[in-house]
């Protein structure tokens, strides 16, 4: 499996920014697809959002025009920026890697939490 360590959650509180980060322990060019999941008390898991090998990058409805998922290849980290935090924001978010030779590999998770 791939390893993957999420960094950055914390408590926030409305409309404010975070950025989390998850470090790979491979490239993440020879990873087909990278994602951040996030799950909430008693909700099921949903996936944020994703970014393909060639950069492709998809949103949830939730959180488009207020998350931007990145990467840096020189650090095999891909980031997710969240801006205009939301109440319903509040969840663990982990990082999900899947590749055609690794299956499928998931970080401990990172809390975020917002609150006024």
């Known amino acids: 499996q791939v390893q993957l360590m999420e960094s950055g959650g914390g408590f926030v509180q409305p409309g404010g920014s975070l950025r989390l980060s998850c470090a790979a322990s491979r490239s993440i060019f020879s990873i087909n697809v990278m994602r951040w999941y996030r799950q909430a008390p008693g909700k099921e898991r949903e996936l944020v959002a994703s970014?393909?090998?060639?950069?492709?990058?998809n949103y949830a409805d939730s959180v488009k025009g207020r998350f931007t998922i990145s990467r840096d290849k020189a650090k095999n980290t891909v980031f997710l920026e969240m801006n205009n935090l939301k109440l319903e924001d509040a969840a663990v978010y982990y990082c999900?890697?899947?590749?055609?030779?690794?299956?499928?590999?998931w970080g401990q998770g990172t809390q975020v939490t917002v609150s006024s």
């Open positions: 999900n890697s899947w590749s055609v030779d690794m299956g499928d590999s």
């Open positions: 970014i393909g090998v060639l950069g492709n990058k």
